[in-house]
C-alpha cells in the first residue's frame, strides 16, 4: 500500500432480521430501489426489498401491489431518513469518483416540451381529476417510459369509467345532478390525491431538476372548463328530456311525501301527493268550509301564483305537468278540483 493511501473500508452489513423491519420507502422503477439500498448498505445498514418479482413481472400490477417495499430495521429508520435527506440535498458525495465524472443524465435527450407536472395537478380545481390524469398520461408518452404510459392510462380510463358508471346511475336511476355532483366530490377529491401520491408526484421530481419546454397550461385549462361545461350541460338536458316526465312526476311526489303532513291552516291539510300518468295529485282535506265554484276560483288562482313560480314545480309544469288539487272531507267524499297546467301561467 502505496503512502498517503487509506485501506478499502469493509461494511459488514448482515442479513435484517425480518421480525424488526418496516417500511422505510416505496419504488416503481428497481434501479432507483436499488441504488436507495446500496447507499444504506454501504452504511452498514440492513435492507430488505419486497415484492420486486411481482412488480417487474407485471407493471400495470404495481399500483395494487404499492410498489416496491424498501424495509430496514426499526431501530435503524432515522439513520437511514437521514441518509437519504442527505442525498436529495446532494451532500454525499463520492470521493472516489474521478473529478471530470459525467453529470447524470436527465429522463430523455433532448428533454420535449412537457406540461407542468404540478400545475397540470391544480387543474383539477378547474375540470376535475381526469385533467391532470390526461396530461401526465402524455407527459410519460413524451418521455418514452412505457411503463409508467401504462400505468397513467389504468388511472386515466379508471377515473373516466367511474365517473360515467355514476352518472348513468344517477341520471337514469336517481334522476338526480345535485346528488350527482356532491358524491362526485366525495369520491373524487380523494381519487385525486391518492394518485398524485402514488403517481402524479413521481413525475414531477422526475422532471423537476432538468430544463424542458413548457406546454401552455392555460390552453389545457381552458379546454378542461369546455369539456366541463359541456358534461355537466349535457346531464342536464338529459335530465330535462331523457327522462320520462312521468318519472319525473313519480320522483316528485315521493320527495313531496317523504316530507310527511302538514298544516296549511286551521281549515286545510295536505295529506298526500299521488301520480297518474304526467299528473301529479294533490289531496287536501277540508274542514269547516263550504266547497263552491267561487272558492275553487280562488284557490286556482293561488295555485297559479305558488306554483308558476316554483323553482322545482315551473319545469316540470312546462314541460307538459299537470297539477290537479282534489279537495276531500274528513271521510274522503270528494269535494271538488282545480287543474293546473303551463298554460294556466301566461304571465310566468
Not at 451532500?91 to 412537457?114: C, G, H
Not at 404540478?118 to 408518452?141: E, I, K, T, V
Request: aromatic share 8%; proline share 7%.
Amino acid at each position: 500500500m502505496t503512502a498517503g493511501t487509506e485501506p478499502n473500508r469493509i461494511i459488514n452489513c448482515h442479513p435484517p432480521d425480518p421480525a424488526t423491519l418496516v417500511t422505510l420507502r416505496r419504488y416503481d422503477l428497481l434501479p432507483e430501489a436499488a441504488t436507495v439500498r446500496g447507499l444504506l448498505e454501504s452504511h452498514g445498514i440492513p435492507v430488505r426489498l419486497r415484492d420486486v418479482n411481482f412488480v417487474q413481472a407485471d407493471g400495470l400490477m404495481s399500483i395494487a401491489a404499492g410498489g416496491m417495499k424498501l424495509e430496514v430495521p426499526a431501530d435503524r429508520v432515522e439513520e437511514a431518513q437521514a441518509l437519504l435527506a442527505s442525498m436529495a440535498a446532494g451532500e454525499l458525495i463520492d470521493a472516489d469518483a474521478p473529478a471530470d465524472a459525467p453529470p447524470p443524465m436527465p429522463p430523455a435527450n433532448p428533454m420535449p416540451a412537457l406540461w407542468s407536472p404540478d400545475g397540470a395537478a391544480l387543474l383539477c380545481l378547474l375540470a376535475g381529476s381526469w385533467l391532470p390524469m390526461l396530461l401526465h398520461y402524455q407527459n410519460w408518452r413524451r418521455l418514452g417510459d412505457l411503463r409508467r404510459t401504462r400505468q397513467a392510462l389504468v388511472w386515466l380510463v379508471g377515473s373516466l369509467v367511474l365517473m360515467g358508471a355514476m352518472t348513468i346511475y344517477f341520471v337514469g336511476y336517481v334522476h338526480d345532478i345535485h346528488a350527482l355532483a356532491a358524491v362526485g366530490t366525495l369520491v373524487f377529491t380523494p381519487l385525486t390525491l391518492i394518485w398524485y401520491w402514488r403517481q402524479g408526484r413521481a413525475q414531477s421530481l422526475l422532471v423537476l431538476p432538468w430544463s424542458y419546454p413548457r406546454r401552455p397550461l392555460w390552453l389545457a385549462g381552458w379546454l378542461g372548463v369546455l369539456v366541463s361545461v359541456g358534461f355537466w350541460a349535457g346531464v342536464t338536458l338529459m335530465l330535462q328530456w331523457g327522462v320520462p316526465l312521468q318519472d319525473k312526476v313519480a320522483d316528485f311526489a315521493a320527495h313531496l311525501n317523504s316530507e310527511g303532513v302538514f298544516q296549511r291552516n286551521e281549515n286545510f291539510q295536505q295529506l298526500r301527493f299521488a301520480t297518474e300518468g304526467t299528473t301529479l295529485v294533490e289531496v287536501v282535506k277540508v274542514s269547516g268550509v263550504y266547497i263552491t265554484p267561487e272558492f275553487l276560483a280562488q284557490a286556482h288562482q293561488s295555485s297559479v301564483w305558488q306554483s308558476c313560480k316554483d323553482l322545482a314545480l315551473a319545469p316540470l309544469l312546462q314541460q307538459g305537468m299537470t297539477l290537479e288539487s282534489r279537495f276531500v272531507a274528513a271521510d274522503g267524499t270528494p269535494l271538488g278540483e282545480t287543474r293546473l297546467t303551463w298554460h294556466d301561467c301566461p304571465a310566468y
